[in-house]
T-cell receptor, first 115, second 115 residues
Framework: GAVVSQHPSWVICKSGTSVKIECRSL??????MFWYRQFPKQSLMLMAT?????????EQGVEKDKFLINHASLTLSTLTVTSAHPEDSSFYIC???????????FGPGTRLTVT | AQSVTQLGSHVSVSEGALVLLRCNYS??????LFWYVQYPNQGLQLLLK??????LVKGINGFEAEFKKSETSFHLTKPSAHMSDAAEYFC?????????????FGTGTRLTIIP
């Protein structure tokens, strides 16, 4: 149980375009989802926290207009990188937490390459 | 605010030898503590967690960690390293009060196993 999936696992896009990443909780309802960013050989940095039906809470320094997060249902959250640039290339990881569970379950990550 | 420090960004041990990965936390109250493992191009997998019950926590794959409040430490150990243990390991902390779900990660330790 407690499986989280991400789609796509790897995406390449051109500079200036937008790309959407999906995060799904497959066997539980996720009241809270988290989006992290990981640069090569570095740790995970929390970008934002989203609660189902509410606006996401962004960490300091994260541009909310650039990284659009939608948590429209209890099993799906999406991260849209708008007008992507090469510096947005990174590994994006989501995690999900159910109301009845204390820990976060992590997705397998999405590698974004912007050319 | 809490922080997590992992001493040693890179640890190498021989196959069959003891694995010791160090983690220290800084927090006004003892937090909940976690160890995660990450294999290349994958998300994070929970190894074990401390949530104020037993101070010696046993996890998956033969790993265990001991919470020492006096030393503000939560070091990860495994008696005998296996080649499959080669990966990146992250220590993380979050507040122990309900609703405080944000995880703070250490910078990670890359474990290499020498045949």
């Amino acid at each position: 149980g407690a499986v989280v999936s991400q789609h796509p696992s790897w995406v390449i896009c051109k500079s200036g375009t937008s790309v959407k990443i999906e995060c799904r909780s497959l066997d539980f309802q996720a009241t809270t989802m988290f989006w992290y960013r990981q640069f090569p050989k570095q740790s995970l940095m929390l970008m934002a926290t989203s609660n189902e039906g509410s606006k996401a809470t962004y960490e300091q320094g994260v541009e909310k207009d650039k990284f659009l997060i939608n948590h429209a249902s209890l099993t799906l959250s999406t991260l849209t990188v708008t007008s992507a640039h090469p510096e947005d290339s990174s590994f994006y990881i989501c995690s999900a937490r159910a109301a009845t569970r204390g820990e976060q379950y992590f997705g397998p990550g999405t590698r974004l390459t912007v050319t | 605010a809490q922080s997590v420090t992992q001493l040693g960004s890179h640890v190498s041990v021989s196959e069959g030898a003891l694995v010791l990965l160090r983690c220290n936390y800084s927090s006004s109250v003892p937090p909940y503590l976690f160890w995660y493992v990450q294999y290349p191009n994958q998300g994070l997998q929970l190894l074990l967690k401390y949530t104020s019950a037993a101070t010696l926590v046993k996890g998956i794959n033969g790993f265990e960690a001991e919470f020492k409040k006096s030393e503000t430490s939560f070091h990860l150990t495994k008696p005998s390293a296996h080649m499959s243990d080669a990966a990146e390991y992250f220590c993380a902390a979050r507040g122990s009060n309900f609703g405080n779900e944000k995880l703070t990660f250490g910078t990670g330790t890359r474990l290499t196993i020498i045949p």
